[in-house]
């Protein structure tokens, strides 16, 4: 079946950039069917959004983080990138990658499989 | 940038209930809204996509509706298990979430 796994560190000092990855297995990054995105979690907050990427390199991005958000793939390992600049307290969250499949025959995407979570505390 | 606002933010409902959650958009977004319950701890699972269309393996006790900017989650008799938070997504443009509703027993 389809699975997903955060890594990277989880303390990132004030400032810093906070970078992770996601593994994926029993699927492709480059599959023509999804998006592949990061989702946090704020202690005790709702879900937001972060971005995607889509397996020809295209990026979307939350307008809020947009500014400070890379996000990135490498096909030949299977994998895709999180890098959030410039980081603050605010930034510490839970981190989640995902698998985003597209609707099918018209556009927009919904998601289906979630990693498990990659908790970052931004402190120094 | 699209603003997604659920109603209500808290629900209390007792097992057995229909409930129906609320999720408006800041702008039209066609049918690109997606439904996801969270249990604590757990990540979210999806239970609608497209405004309507039922995830695999999801109980058809849970649908939805809506088009352009306003959209529903119901739920008809209530199971011990529906209690958790739901949020709403749009997909036409990013993906924002809605602020969640939690649904607790009465």
Redesign the interface.
């Known amino acids: 079946q389809v699975q997903l796994q955060e890594s990277g560190l989880g303390l990132v000092q004030p400032s810093q950039t906070l970078s992770l990855t996601c593994r994926v297995s029993g699927d492709s990054v480059n599959s023509a069917d999804s998006h592949w995105s990061w989702i946090r979690q704020q202690p005790g907050k709702g879900l937001e959004w972060i971005g995607s990427v889509y397996r020809s390199g295209t990026t979307d991005y939350s307008p809020s983080l947009k500014s400070r958000v890379t996000i990135s793939m490498e096909a030949s390992q299977n994998v895709f990138y999180l890098k959030v600049s410039s980081v603050t307290a605010a930034d510490t969250a839970v981190y989640r990658c995902a698998r985003a499949p597209r609707y099918r025959a018209q556009s927009g995407f919904y998601v289906d499989i979630w990693g498990q979570g990659k908790l970052v505390t931004v402190s120094s | ?1 699209i603003q997604m606002t659920q109603s209500p933010s808290s629900l209390s409902a007792s097992v057995g209930d229909r409930i129906t959650i609320t999720c408006r958009a800041s702008q039209s977004i ?3 809204l ?1 439904w ?1 319950q ?1 249990k604590p701890g757990k ?2 699972k ?1 239970l609608i ?2 405004t309507s269309s039922l ?1 695999s393996d999801v109980p058809s006790r849970f649908s939805g509706s809506g088009s352009g900017t306003d959209f529903t989650l119901s739920i008809r008799s209530l199971q011990p298990e529906d209690f958790a938070t739901y ?1 709403c ?1 749009e ?2 443009t ?7 509703t939690k649904l607790e027993i009465k």
Do not use: K
Not at chain 2, 95 to 100: K, N, S
């Open positions: 940038d066609a049918n690109c997606n996801y969270q990540a979210p999806v996509y497209a995830q949020y997504q997909s036409y990013s993906g924002t979430f809605g602020q969640g």
